[in-house]
């Protein structure tokens, strides 16, 4: 059982080299300093241990509560568990070079995991267009509502956070009808916009309003705006599973 436990950890880690190949880059960001000790004291699980094969330092992470990222090292055997997330290291060369992994971490720290997707609400509020050159930055992109799950998630998700003010009442989507007034699409696609949860009558801004967010007067229902109000933007990106059960 052991044994199908470190092929099954190993096979995914494997996969998501595989499947991402080059674009692993965006993904995450490369150590420069992979012999560097990768927690501060006391963030440290454990540190230090020798074990010599990456899959069974992933599991003492995994079984160790509070560990949440793992260094390897296969030179020097060290397998160190932190508390906190790290960004992963990578070395394209392969499994021979030292690796640090996420484990248990379906979303970057400070995302919210929902259904295999990960989300923010920036911090700053800007117009659709910086908003999209944000969550982009973020490799993200702004969000599309695909279900009636994820827009009640990310309707409780967005009360979680906010109240509606005056100035906090509106939250900018991945939808819009900029290059076709009407026909609402997940903007920079063609993909149609297939769930729809418009609420007070819209849409109905014609040219003037081409963005779709979340609207607190209608309990964050969905209308038409002007992208060029400054709001704050949901931005969605896939979440990661490198170790699964
Ligand atoms: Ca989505
Ligand atoms: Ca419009």
């Known amino acids: 059982m052991k044994q199908k436990k470190n092929l099954i950890i190993v096979f995914h880690i494997y996969a998501i080299f ?14 420069e300093n992979a012999e560097e000790p ?22 003492a992470c995994v079984y160790n509560s509070g560990c949440k990222s793992v260094f390897h090292s296969q030179t020097t055997g060290r397998c160190t568990g932190c508390a906190a997330s790290f960004e992963m290291s990578y070395q394209l060369g392969g499994l ?12 970057w720290e400070g995302w919210n995991y929902f259904a295999n997707s990960c989300y923010i609400i920036t911090e700053r509020k800007m117009n659709f267009q910086n908003g999209l ?8 992109y702004p969000v599309i509502v ?29 939808f819009t ?24 009558g819209d849409p109905g801004g014609g040219t003037v309003e081409n963005c779709v967010v979340f609207y607190f007067p209608f309990d964050l229902k969905w209308v ?7 709001l704050r933007i949901v931005c969605e990106t896939d979440s990661f599973n490198i170790v699964k059960n």
């Open 224 to 230: 038409d705006i002007s992208c060029n109000l400054e």
């Open 38 to 59: 990768l927690c501060k004291d006391e963030e440290s699980v454990f540190s230090k241990i020798e074990i010599y094969d990456i899959s069974v330092c992933l599991q």
């Open 96 to 107: 021979n070079e030292s690796f640090r992994y996420y484990t248990q971490q379906e979303c």
């Open 133 to 140: 050159d944000l969550c982009h930055a973020l490799n993200a």
């Open 146 to 174: 695909d279900s009636v799950e994820e827009n009640n998630f990310l309707k409780a998700f967005i009360k979680s956070k906010y109240t509606h003010t005056a100035d906090e009442y509106a939250y900018f989507t991945g």
């Open 177 to 200: 009808d900029i290059v076709t007034e009407g026909t609402w699409v997940e903007h920079g696609t063609e993909n149609q916009m297939v769930l729809k949860d418009w609420g007070g």
């Open 18 to 31: 595989a499947s991402t190949n080059g674009d692993i880059r965006a993904l995450f960001k490369r150590n």
